[in-house]
């Protein structure tokens, strides 16, 4: 072969390989804008991940109980339901008798109260000083009577709630004991909005 044959096949594969690494280049540059592409996508699924997780609601409800109590309150006295058996959020304080939405919705609340004694035993519950609903029992011979009521109602964050006693008697008897029936107070929130 003469020189210039060989020098033409020579550039030849010295073109195509030029042709070939420069495809090689592209493709590895296009990978690695492919690969950047990914990563973004992968960081905004997370952090949307983590914005749904944030925005998840905890459950919020509780329980709570008066128990081996006998005692007698006025009016308009505010319940203290002590034994705290569920309390998801931490939102009902037992001292106190207090339940505060954390955030707004529908909330339900169901209350017993047990009374002894020839009285009537009425409580109301009370959402920001506005009443509800109300319970109420007589108890005019042996045993010890009970009465119950559940209701709905709307709260804003922040809000307050409290079982209290009405002023239909100025004395009530509460008897609340093991193996009788005991006054108890519940809420949960059915509704976010």
Not at 3 to 10: D, I, N
Not at 160 to 173: K, M, V, Y
């Amino acid at each position: 072969m003469s020189h210039s044959v060989t020098l033409l096949l020579v550039l030849t594969a010295v073109c195509l390989f030029q042709s070939v690494s420069l495809q090689y280049d592209r493709s590895a540059t296009e990978f690695a804008e492919l690969k950047e592409k990914v990563r973004h996508l992968s960081q905004s699924l997370q952090m949307i991940n983590n914005s749904m997780q944030k925005e998840k609601k905890e459950p919020v409800m509780f329980y709570a109980a008066i128990r081996e109590k006998t005692f007698t309150f006025n009016i308009d006295t505010i319940l203290v339901f002590e034994t705290v058996i569920v309390n998801e959020g931490g939102y009902y304080n037992k001292y106190d008798g207090v339940f505060v939405a954390p955030r707004k919705g529908t909330y339900m609340f169901s209350w017993t109260v047990s009374g002894t004694g020839a009285t009537y035993t009425v409580t109301e519950l009370v959402v920001e000083n506005k009443v509800i609903s109300s319970a109420g029992e007589y108890h005019g011979g042996d045993g010890y009577s009970s009465g119950s009521m559940t209701a709905l109602c709307e709260m804003e964050k922040g809000d307050h709630a409290w079982i209290r006693s009405t002023g239909l008697s100025s004395a009530h008897n509460l008897y609340s004991h093991d193996n009788y029936p005991q006054s108890s107070f519940l809420g949960l929130q059915i509704l976010s909005d």
